[in-house]
C-alpha cells in the first residue's frame, strides 16, 4: 500500500505539472469523441517490470527499451504498472497533443528509486519528412550498391580480359600460363622432352591444369586450341598416357606413341 500510494503521489504531482488540462486542449474536438490515435514510442526506465499499461494498450517493457504503441489523442489516459502479482495504478489527466512532442512520467517507490514512462511521438508533417529521409538514404544505399556491384563486374570483366589475352588460367587458386601456341602433334615421350627442352619452367600440364584450360581460354574463344585430343602428363603404364579431349573436355587412356596435341604451361 505504501508503495502503491507512493507510487500514485509521485505521478500525481509530476502529471499535474506536465499535463494540460482537457478545457484547454481539445484541438480536434471535444473529449472522447472519435478521438485519435497516434503512434507513440514507449519507453520505460527504472528497475524491471512485467508490463506497462496505458489506457487500453499494453505491452511488456523491459528497462531500458521502447515499444510502439498506438494511443489516443485528447482523452484521460489510465496507466498502470504490473509487477508480479501487483498492479500500481494512477489515473491521469496526461493528454497526448495532436502536435507531437515528448512526455515523462516519474514514478518513485518505497526505495526511493526513480522509475518512469517516456512518450515521444511525432506530427504528420514529422513523420512524412522522416519517411521521406528513410527514402532518400534507402534510394541512396541501392545506388552506392549498384555502383560498387558495377565496378566490381567491371573490375572483373578487366581481369578476366587480361587473363584472355595473356593465356593465363587459374588452377587451386594457383595461376598458370598458358603457352601461345600448340606444339607439332607428337607421341607423349616427345611431348614430355620438347615441353622440358623449352626450360623456363614450360611442362605438360596435369589433367586438372588441361580442364581449366579447356573452360577458361577454349571455351571463350581464347588462344587458338583445335578441338581435338591433347597430352597431359598423366602416365598410366610403360606404353599408356592419358589425353584430353578440348571440345568435350573428356579424358582418355591412349597409347603412347599416338601423335596428339601439346599446349605447354608453365606456373606464374
Known amino acids: 500500500m505504501r508503495l502503491l500510494l507512493l507510487l500514485c503521489l509521485s505521478a500525481a504531482s509530476i502529471l499535474q505539472a506536465q499535463s494540460v488540462k482537457p478545457s484547454h486542449q481539445s484541438p480536434s474536438g471535444p473529449i472522447g469523441q472519435n478521438p485519435e490515435r497516434v503512434e507513440v514510442k514507449v519507453c520505460w526506465s527504472g528497475r524491471p517490470v512485467d508490463y506497462v499499461r496505458i489506457d487500453d494498450r499494453r505491452a511488456p517493457i523491459p528497462a531500458g527499451t521502447c515499444v510502439t504503441m498506438k494511443l489516443k489523442v485528447n482523452v ?13 495504478t494512477c489515473d491521469s489527466v496526461l493528454f497526448l497533443r495532436p502536435e507531437g512532442g ?3 512520467l516519474r514514478f518513485r517507490d518505497s526505495s526511493d528509486a526513480s522509475s518512469g514512462i517516456t512518450y515521444a511521438y511525432e506530427t504528420p508533417s514529422e513523420k512524412k ?18 555502383e560498387a556491384a558495377a565496378k566490381a563486374e567491371q573490375a572483373r570483366q ?21 603457352y601461345e601456341k600448340d606444339l607439332s602433334p607428337t607421341d607423349w615421350q616427345g611431348a614430355v622432352e620438347t615441353c622440358r627442352f623449352m626450360g623456363n619452367g614450360w611442362r605438360l600440364p596435369n589433367e586438372a591444369e588441361l580442364r581449366a584450360v579447356q573452360k577458361q581460354l577454349h571455351q571463350e574463344g581464347a588462344g587458338g586450341f583445335a578441338e581435338t585430343w591433347y597430352w ?3 602416365e598410366e603404364s610403360t606404353g599408356i598416357a592419358w589425353a584430353m579431349h578440348m571440345k568435350s573436355g573428356n579424358t582418355l587412356r ?14 606464374l
Open 76 to 88: 484521460p489516459l489510465r496507466i498502470s504498472v504490473q509487477l508480479g502479482t501487483a498492479a500500481y
Open 102 to 104: 515528448e512526455l515523462r
Open 129 to 146: 519528412a522522416r519517411l521521406a529521409k528513410v527514402a532518400l538514404d534507402s534510394a541512396a544505399r541501392v545506388a552506392a550498391a549498384a
Open 158 to 178: 578487366e581481369a578476366k580480359n587480361r587473363d584472355l589475352r595473356n593465356l593465363i588460367v587459374t588452377v587451386n587458386g594457383r595461376k598458370l600460363k598458358v
Open 232 to 234: 597431359t602428363d598423366k
Open 254 to 267: 591412349n597409347p603412347k606413341d599416338y601423335r596428339l596435341n601439346v599446349r605447354p604451361v608453365r606456373d
